[in-house]
Structure formats: structure tokens, C-alpha cells
């Protein structure tokens, strides 16, 4: 009785292994990133205030790109769309405003090879 208490003890501590598909490809993953790092720099290299104003306006409210997150890298994204919004709303996009957003495009960069390592292992651990 006391070994089958102890089984039972036992099988409880012991966690699940299966490991959980990743929600894309490395492949799709790349695409992706190319594209939301492509629509930053878009807006960053646009001298036309109001443009860049209407689109990141319209990009943010209609979901225009529907960003798959493997760590912090959709949120980032949608943040600096979020800050262009911001500092475009006077039709103004000074060189301090466009440096402030090039600082976290660049950080975006980081978080999204760190993110890309992290699915690179989980496709791993799936396979």
C-alpha cells in the first residue's frame, strides 16, 4: 500500500513533457518580421507628416497587418505605430521625434532575433 501512496506521489510531481506547436514557421516568422520592420522604417523614411499621420492612423485601426507574437515583438511593433500616431498628430515629425523612433525600431530589431532564437528551440523541442 505504502509503494502505491508513493507511486502516486511520485507520478504527481512529474511534468508533462509534450511540447506545443509553435504558432508559425521560422519561415513565416522571417516574412513577418521583414514586413513589420519594413512598415516602421516606411514611416521613418516619409518626409510628409500628414501622410505618415493618415496611414499609421489607418494601419493601427484597421489591423491593416495581423502580427503573429512569439515574444514581445507585436506588442513593440504595435507601440511605435501607437508613438507615430502620436507625434504626427500636429503634422509634425521633427528629427529628435524620427531618432526617438529609429531607437525603438532598433530595439525591436533585438527583441525580434531573440524571439526568432526562441522559435527556432521550440520547433526543436516540438520535432
Not at 10 to 31: F, H, M, N, R
Not at 57 to 75: D, H, M, Q, T
Not at 113 to 118: D, F, H, P, Y
Amino acid at each position: 500500500m505504502n509503494k502505491y501512496i508513493l507511486l502516486l506521489l511520485l507520478s504527481g510531481c512529474i511534468q508533462s513533457t509534450t511540447a506545443v506547436k509553435p504558432p508559425l514557421t521560422v519561415e513565416d516568422y522571417d516574412k513577418q518580421s521583414v514586413t513589420i520592420k519594413g512598415i516602421v522604417m516606411k514611416f521613418v523614411q516619409d518626409n510628409e507628416p500628414t501622410n505618415i499621420h493618415d496611414v499609421s492612423l489607418a494601419v493601427e485601426s484597421s489591423f491593416a497587418y495581423n502580427c503573429i507574437p512569439v515574444g514581445r515583438e507585436c506588442k513593440e511593433y504595435h507601440d511605435i505605430v501607437t508613438k507615430i500616431i502620436q507625434v504626427t498628430q500636429d503634422h509634425k515629425f521633427t528629427m529628435e521625434e524620427k531618432m526617438q523612433i529609429l531607437k525603438t525600431y532598433y530595439a525591436l530589431e533585438q527583441t525580434i532575433a531573440e524571439s526568432r532564437i526562441k522559435l527556432i528551440e521550440d520547433w526543436k523541442r516540438y520535432h
